[in-house]
Antibody
Framework: DVQLVESGGGVVQPGGSLRLSCEIS????????MHWVRQRPGKGLEWVSQ????????SYAESVKGRFTISRDNSRNSLFLQMDSLRREDTALYYC????????????WGQGTPVTVSS | QSMLTQPPSASGTPGQKISISCSGG????????VYWYQHLPGGAPKRLIY???QRPSGVPDRFSASTSGTSSSLTISGLRSEDEADYYC???????????FGGGTRLTVL
């Protein structure tokens, strides 16, 4: 079974940092690009960042560019999101998602890890 | 364009057929495949449609979609109470280099 398990969420003060992790199993991790998607309270899904299968290509939503860094460790089947200079508006449930290519979209998601930015 | 355009809500009675629209532009729906996701409260989103109108195995054929130009539409036939959820369209956007989601449509089964 394909599994994506996020961790690392929590409560942090504005300006602080958090590092999210996503451990995967059930598929060949290094064959697929991976994304982070978030849902702010009461809002819809919002794409945050993506990384190519080998980590050689990344991109970010304008709202997080320069503050968040996506990375992956294919030897550990793990995806990461380093979040710095956090703002209250970054409060959200963060999902990691397996991107099965442009024709297939996201075909697997984790359950999400909550991030609360509050003083 | 910060998101694809969907109606915020839709409703229907059991057995009815409803459609949810999704409008975008040349850099997303007009040039890339559309996906549709179902999101139940407290759960992970689930892929309903990929490649404009294809259903993954396990998704009932009550769910269908069509795309033309820069718009797409999800249709649910034979509405059931368990279809009550949030529905999102999405497509790769060439300008942002990432996936653009619709704002989501909350479906209520009356």
């Amino acid at each position: 079974d394909v599994q994506l398990v996020e961790s690392g969420g929590g409560v942090v003060q504005p300006g602080g940092s958090l590092r999210l992790s996503c451990e995967i199993s059930g598929f060949t991790f290094e064959d697929f690009g991976m994304h982070w998607v978030r849902q702010r309270p009461g809002k819809g899904l919002e794409w945050v960042s993506q990384i190519s299968w080998d980590g050689g290509s990344t991109s970010y939503a304008e709202s997080v560019k320069g503050r968040f860094t996506i990375s992956r460790d294919n030897s550990r089947n793990s995806l990461f999101l380093q979040m710095d200079s956090l703002r209250r508006e970054d409060t959200a449930l963060y999902y990691c998602a397996k991107y099965a290519g442009d024709t297939n979209g996201y075909d697997a998601w984790g359950q999400g890890t909550p991030v609360t930015v509050s003083s | 364009q910060s998101m694809l355009t969907q109606p915020p809500s839709a409703s229907g009675t059991p057995g009815q057929k409803i459609s949810i629209s999704c409008s975008g532009g040349d850099s997303n729906i007009g040039d890339n495949y559309v996906y549709w996701y179902q999101h139940l409260p407290g759960g992970a989103p689930k892929r309903l449609i990929y490649r404009h109108n294809q259903r993954p195995s396990g998704v009932p054929d009550r769910f269908s979609a069509s795309t033309s130009g820069t718009s797409s539409s999800l249709t649910i036939s034979g509405l059931r109470s368990e279809d009550e959820a949030d529905y999102y369209c999405a497509a790769w956007d060439d300008r942002i280099g990432g996936v653009l989601f619709g704002g989501g449509t909350r479906l209520t089964v009356l």
